[in-house]
T-cell receptor, first 112, second 114 residues
Framework: GNSVTQMEGPVTLSEEAFLTINCTYT??????LFWYVQYPGEGLQLLLK?????DKGSNKGFEATYRKETTSFHLEKGSVQVSDSAVYFC???????????FGSGTKLNVKP | DTEVTQTPKHLVMGMTNKKSLKCEQH?????MYWYKQKAKKPPELMFV???????INESVPSRFSPECPNSSLLNLHLHALQPEDSALYLC?????????????FGDGTRLSIL
């Protein structure tokens, strides 16, 4: 079956630190992978996506590479800002149907 | 600004009330979704509509009744809810219901059951 595992949070960093949030998956077939961000009191916003192996998704300084050999899609950012404080969800969808499987979410706190 | 609009933003209701949540999108998407999200948890899928027809019901209790009047609108009718139904209800849409499509979420309706 399909599932997503994310690293436990919260992750607390100082401003300008390097960020990595780990995400691994199990899936049948060839899923698409997504990162979403949720700010307090809001819905989920699509951050980036990758639809096939070795694709790199990027947006707003965040990057993630679809690694089929390690079944991973780790989120990285070189220099975080206080405004990046939020909950980050990794998700996958199967090829045949757009049902999403979400990870448990990782809360990021960035201190000035 | 989100392209999926949900109303109301907040709703407080008693266990005997009947109310409806509304969701609207004008992106031409043909798949729409309802999710329930409890605090500090990921969203849980409730229903999927594809081309205005219900395609997935994730064994949701009948006190939740979805409706898709047209391709832009999605409603969730609520009746005789329980306190454990208090949560953030999120609507989402995607271009189609086939895989690889990112889902676009609204900001949700925060529901409290007294």
């Amino acid at each position: 079956g399909n599932s997503v595992t994310q690293m436990e949070g919260p992750v607390t960093l100082s401003e300008e630190a390097f960020l990595t949030i780990n995400c691994t998956y199990t899936a049948t077939g060839y899923p698409s992978l997504f990162w979403y961000v949720q700010y307090p009191g809001e819905g989920l916003q699509l951050l980036l996506k990758a639809t096939k192996a070795d694709d790199k998704g990027s947006n707003k300084g965040f990057e993630a590479t679809y690694r089929k050999e390690t079944t991973s899609f780790h989120l990285e950012k070189g220099s975080v800002q206080v405004s990046d404080s939020a909950v980050y969800f990794c998700a996958l969808s199967g090829r045949n149907f757009n049902k999403f499987y979400f990870g448990s979410g990782t809360k990021l706190n960035v201190k000035p | 600004d989100t392209e999926v609009t949900q109303t109301p933003k907040h709703l407080v209701m008693g266990m005997t009330n009947k109310k409806s949540l509304k969701c609207e999108q004008h992106m031409g998407h043909r798949a729409m979704y309802w999710y329930k999200q409890k605090a500090k948890k990921p969203p849980e899928l409730m229903f999927v509509y594809s081309y205005e027809k219900l395609s997935i019901n994730e064994s949701v209790p009948s006190r939740f009744s979805p409706e898709c009047p047209n391709s832009s609108l999605l409603n969730l009718h609520l009746h005789a809810l329980q306190p454990e139904d208090s949560a953030l209800y999120l609507c989402a849409s995607s271009h189609q219901d086939q895989g690889n499509q990112p889902q676009h979420f609204g900001d949700g309706t925060r529901l409290s059951i007294l």
